[in-house]
């Protein structure tokens, strides 16, 4: 079975300073992977996604994601965090001896301060 | 284009009772699946609904019922509420096409409390 860990529950980071959240994953065969971001109150926003290519991946608000397959890692970053990148980020993988159905780490908090 | 909507967005119930939550897939979205999110924990899969069948189930007692219509919306039925049911429940999307490497769209939750 497929899983994933977050080694940290948050992460803080000053305005205007880079930002890592942590992300490994295990599965067997090709990992489909998946940054989801979530606000107070609210559902899951996608972020971006890894498939196949290029280990670097760009997605939505300026974040990117590293592939890295002998770390088995998926770690997502961003050059430069706003106070309003401040959420609740979780990390996927894709089952793939289903269907569409992902299995999620248990979060990370991303508090950005001013 | 409205995305994925989910009714009621709060609602409170006593141990034993039961409820009903429903969700509206994104337009052009055939696949509706249900996740649970405890609170300080990531969403875990329910089930998965494609062409009003359930095809895919996670790790949860048949308490846990489902139900997908011709107009691809949901519900997801608990029975004999426990304390422990208590989450944000969320409904997520996608076009059957796009199943493998395609994103989910999620609705906002349905936040039940079980006193």
């Known amino acids: 079975a497929q899983s994933v860990a977050q080694p940290e529950d948050q992460v803080n980071v000053a305005e205007g300073n880079p930002l890592t959240v942590k992300c490994t994953y295990s599965?067997?065969?090709?990992?489909?992977l998946f940054w989801y971001v979530q606000y107070p109150n609210r559902g899951l926003q996608f972020l971006l996604k890894y498939i196949t290519g290029d280990n670097l991946v760009k997605g939505s608000y300026g974040f990117e994601a590293e592939f890295n397959k002998s770390q088995t890692s998926f770690h997502l970053k961003k050059p430069s965090a706003l106070v309003s990148d401040s959420a609740l980020y979780f990390c996927a993988v894709r089952d793939m001896a289903g269907y569409s159905t992902l299995t999620f780490g248990k979060g990370t908090m991303l508090l950005v301060s001013p | 284009d409205a995305g994925v909507t989910q009714s009621p967005t709060h609602l409170i119930k006593t141990r034993g009772q039961q409820v009903t939550l429903r969700c509206s897939p994104k337009?052009?979205?055939?696949?509706v699946s249900w996740y649970q999110q405890a609170l300080g924990q990531g969403p875990q899969f329910i089930f998965q609904?494609?062409?009003?069948?359930?095809?895919q189930r996670g790790n949860f007692p048949d308490r846990f019922s489902g139900h997908q219509f011709p107009n691809y919306s949901s519900e997801l039925n608990v029975n004999a509420l426990l304390l422990g049911d208590s989450a944000l429940y969320l409904c997520a999307s996608s076009p059957e096409g796009n199943t493998k490497t395609g994103e989910l769209f999620f609705g906002e939750g349905s936040r039940l409390t079980v006193l």
């Open positions: 337009s052009g979205h055939d696949t």
């Open positions: 599965v067997s065969g090709n990992p489909y």
């Open positions: 609904y494609y062409e009003e069948e359930e095809r």
